[in-house]
């Protein structure tokens, strides 16, 4: 017989069970339920049950099949997820979905569609920065679907450094009308990277820089950079518009089937209401006027709403490589705690896995209801306005950007190293998982510059403290005096732990904070610039937004738990997974951070000890645990896209029928 008809063979032969042993006996010997627990994170058992009916379209539709995937080209994943979103069009307009149920269809899709920029970030601009007539001119043809846009900032040569861009924007008077010129002078002034530039989009948001005058007979100056709504593309049969040249930058580490693209502009007309018009307006004189003061604070708001929504995903894509990490891990055996002639135990028994994998586990629900807290503190800072707290607030969502999607990347790839072998391999999803996820530690900039963003505020309200003045409940622990206590000796309740190690996590920021101070004033006591001070102590400055945004973390998750507790939305043994989840986050995170305590007289061996312990505790607490929690994400097998991490368990059936569909097989005539 044939390679190819032995494993058709094989196939047939192979028993089929209900589920395997492992995760039947795991499930039940869960002493919560996930299903309550789902409901939670969903939102309510109304909208869970709405969720799912809305995933079950993609589902069952063969368009959405995703299983030959990893055999496809750039080209093709582009051409195929284009035909997915044609399709999610289709099932909207017949299932009369709203914008939140469309939010929930393409997230079932599990897939970057080449839209996705679109949605995310050309829609959101226009809503935010257009004035109210823009909207009136514009957003029909958003709705239509006939203007698909691409957000076109960075360039060639410059990306987090926006003041840096060259692309030009010059007032050009006629006799009858006020013109843009926008041009690329230079090659690093191209666009790079704009997802859905390179083949689909219709229009961009460019932004360049604007040179014209602020006053009548006034000499033509740059006014720094600013956004206009360009038309790069032919909405009738997708053809560059006349001095466009755009097109796909090729294929990438991850995200291949989005379209990044490139872009030069040579010397291209836009009216001047092209500007969009809460990042200035330009008169009938040719003038430039500065947004108001109002736009800027709204601008921060909603930037603080899409890093909250950026936290929400990053917990969703680390949640992914946790259902499937441990699902696996319960399944495969290997070597045996027991006596010889028992079973091999059960890889996610082992203490050295444990402490691998279930600290990414706590991480996860750490994230979520960090996204969560600040999307309530979006709503009411639009329900209150307080410029003050919104550029807390925002200085912090720039730090918490940069440590969530770090620790989602970082996370992923330890689930990924922690499945041994097997996690090497595409068909178990974390591969594609971690080379689409990390892209988002250099989205918005390098992470390590959002870092300075937050620490910078982080020193000026350290200074604010000194003279006494009140700060915002996230640094009130900068106006402490940092003495650690004792831990609470036991038998302890869970609350008196967490605020023991919460205090702990808040010390330890503060010394880094005070610390960087002093050493940032010392250089520029001996004359040395603010930038170079920054740049010299430069791991320092990472550290202190780091130490910031854990302890901000950590406190989110236990205000939002107490939220739900006190509206009485969760109870009896969720609460206490919840807490046990809270406290295994932020313990690991201290005992992660312990050199930092070193040189502080009131942090004894006793702390540290107690630290350790705890961890340890928790993990043999959380473990009998963690299948029915991964279960509680609700993510189904088509989501996962795993074969390890299959909801019934046949982990070796799954691999043995994905490696049938590998087109190399059978195809002998290439062997040579």
Same mark, same amino acid.
């Given at each position: 017989q044939s390679s190819s008809n032995v494993a058709r063979t094989l196939t047939i032969r192979m028993p089929r069970m209900a589920m395997a042993p492992e995760l039947a006996k795991e499930r039940a010997g869960c002493d919560f339920s996930p299903r309550e627990l789902t409901a939670l994170l969903e939102g309510g058992k109304d909208v869970m049950e709405r969720n799912e009916m809305i995933r079950s379209l993609v589902e069952q539709d063969p368009v959405f099949d995703k299983s030959d995937r990893p055999f496809l080209t750039h080209t093709q994943l582009v051409h195929r997820s284009m035909q997915k979103y044609r399709r999610l069009k289709e099932l909207r307009a017949r299932h009369s979905l709203s914008a939140d149920d469309l939010a929930v269809l393409k997230m079932a899709v599990d897939e970057v569609l080449p839209t996705n920029l679109h949605d995310v970030a050309f829609v959101p601009t226009l809503k935010m920065q257009c004035n109210k007539s823009q909207l009136d001119r514009w957003m029909p043809l958003v709705e239509s679907g006939a203007m698909l846009g691409a957000y076109a900032q960075t360039e060639l040569g410059h990306g987090s450094n926006v003041r840096g861009l060259e692309t030009q924007a010059t007032v050009v008077m006629g006799d009858d009308t006020i013109d843009i010129d926008l041009h690329s002078p230079t090659l690093t002034s191209t666009k790079w990277w704009s997802g859905c530039l390179g083949h689909v989009a219709t229009h961009a948001v460019v932004y360049a820089r604007l040179v014209c005058s602020d006053e009548p007979g006034?000499?033509?100056?740059?006014?720094?950079?600013?956004?206009?709504?360009?038309?790069?593309? /032919?909405?009738? =049969?997708? $053809?560059?518009?006349?001095?466009?040249?755009?097109?796909?930058?090729?294929?990438?580490?991850?995200?291949?089937?989005?379209?990044?693209?490139?872009?030069?502009?040579?010397?291209?007309?836009?009216?001047?209401?092209?500007?969009?018009? @809460?990042?200035?307006?330009?008169?009938?004189?040719?003038?430039?006027?500065?947004?108001?003061?109002?736009?800027?604070?709204?601008?921060?708001?909603?930037?603080?709403?899409?890093?909250?929504?950026?936290?929400?995903?990053?917990?969703?894509?680390?949640?992914? #490589?946790?259902?499937?990490?441990? !699902?696996?891990?319960?399944?495969?055996?290997?070597?045996?705690?027991?006596?010889?002639?028992?079973?091999?135990?059960?890889?996610?028994?082992? /203490?050295?896995?444990?402490?691998?994998?279930?600290?990414?586990? #706590?991480?996860? +629900?750490?994230?979520?209801?960090?996204?969560? &807290?600040?999307?309530?503190?979006?709503? &009411?800072?639009?329900?209150?306005?307080?410029?003050?707290?919104?550029?807390?607030?925002?200085?912090?969502?720039?730090?918490? @950007?940069?440590?969530?999607?770090?620790?989602?990347?970082?996370?992923?790839?330890?689930? /990924?190293?922690?499945?041994?072998?097997?996690?090497? $391999?595409?068909?178990?999803?974390?591969?594609?998982?971690?080379?689409?996820?990390?892209?988002?530690?250099?989205?918005?900039?390098?992470?390590?510059?959002?870092?300075?963003?937050?620490?910078?505020?982080?020193? @000026?309200?350290?200074? @604010? #403290?000194?003279?006494?003045?009140?700060?915002?409940?996230?640094?009130?622990?900068?106006?402490? =005096?940092?003495?650690?206590?004792?831990?609470?000796?036991?038998?302890?309740?869970?609350?008196?732990?967490?605020? +023991?190690?919460?205090?702990?996590?808040?010390?330890?920021?503060?010394?880094?904070?005070?610390?960087?101070?002093?050493?940032?004033?010392?250089?520029?006591?001996?004359?040395?610039?603010?930038?170079? #001070?920054?740049?010299?102590?430069?791991?320092?400055?990472?550290?202190?937004?780091?130490?910031?945004?854990?302890?901000?973390?950590?406190?989110?998750?236990? /205000?939002?738990?107490?939220?739900?507790?006190?509206?009485? =939305?969760?109870?009896?043994?969720?609460?206490?997974?919840?807490?046990?989840?809270?406290?295994?986050?932020?313990?690991?995170?201290?005992?992660?951070?312990?050199?930092?305590?070193?040189?502080?007289?009131?942090?004894?061996? $006793?702390?540290? !000890?107690?630290? !350790?312990?705890?961890?340890?505790?928790?993990?043999a607490e959380v473990r009998p645990r963690a299948v029915g929690l991964v279960d509680a994400f609700n993510f189904s097998d088509h989501f996962l896209g795993s074969c390890l991490g299959r909801f019934d368990g046949h982990v070796y059936e799954a691999l043995w029928q994905a490696v049938q569909h590998n087109p190399l097989n059978g195809n002998w005539s290439a062997r040579l």
């Open positions: 006034g000499s033509a100056v740059d006014q720094g950079v600013v956004a206009f709504l360009v038309q790069v593309r /032919r909405m009738t =049969d997708g $053809s560059p518009m006349p001095g466009v040249i755009v097109g796909d930058i090729g294929p990438k580490m991850g995200f291949n089937t989005v379209d990044n693209g490139f872009l030069r502009l040579e010397h291209v007309r836009v009216p001047r209401d092209h500007l969009l018009g @809460k990042t200035g307006s330009i008169d009938s004189n040719g003038c430039f006027h500065k947004p108001a003061e109002r736009d800027k604070f709204a601008s921060y708001n909603s930037m603080v709403n899409i890093r909250a929504i950026l936290t929400i995903l990053a917990a969703r894509q680390l949640a992914r #490589a946790a259902t499937i990490a441990v !699902r696996y891990l319960a399944v495969r055996r290997q070597f045996q705690l027991s006596p010889a002639g028992d079973a091999e135990t059960q890889v996610l028994d082992y /203490r050295a896995v444990q402490q691998r994998v279930l600290p990414q586990l #706590a991480t996860t +629900f750490a994230l979520h209801f960090t996204g969560k &807290h600040m999307q309530r503190l979006h709503a &009411h800072h639009q329900a209150h306005p307080n410029p003050e707290l919104l550029q807390e607030v925002h200085a912090t969502s720039a730090g918490l @950007k940069s440590l969530c999607t770090q620790l989602t990347a970082s996370g992923i790839e330890t689930l /990924r190293l922690a499945c041994g072998g097997h996690g090497y $391999s595409a068909f178990s999803g974390l591969p594609e998982a971690y080379t689409n996820y990390v892209a988002q530690c250099t989205a918005e900039g390098d992470n390590y510059l959002l870092k300075i963003q937050t620490t910078r505020y982080l020193l @000026k309200a350290l200074h @604010k #403290a000194s003279t006494g003045a009140g700060l915002p409940s996230n640094l009130a622990y900068l106006a402490e =005096d940092g003495q650690v206590t004792d831990p609470p000796p036991p038998p302890a309740l869970l609350g008196e732990e967490i605020s +023991f190690t919460m205090a702990m996590l808040a010390i330890r920021a503060r010394r880094i904070v005070t610390t960087l101070a002093g050493n940032m004033q010392a250089c520029l006591g001996q004359g040395v610039a603010l930038p170079e #001070a920054f740049n010299r102590h430069g791991w320092e400055v990472v550290r202190a937004s780091d130490a910031h945004c854990q302890l901000v973390i950590a406190q989110s998750f236990h /205000r939002e738990l107490l939220h739900l507790t006190d509206r009485g =939305d969760v109870q009896g043994t969720i609460v206490t997974v919840l807490q046990q989840l809270l406290l295994l986050f932020a313990t690991s995170t201290v005992m992660e951070g312990l050199a930092d305590f070193a040189g502080d007289e009131t942090t004894t061996s $006793s702390h540290v !000890r107690w630290i !350790r312990n705890k961890v340890t505790q928790l993990l």
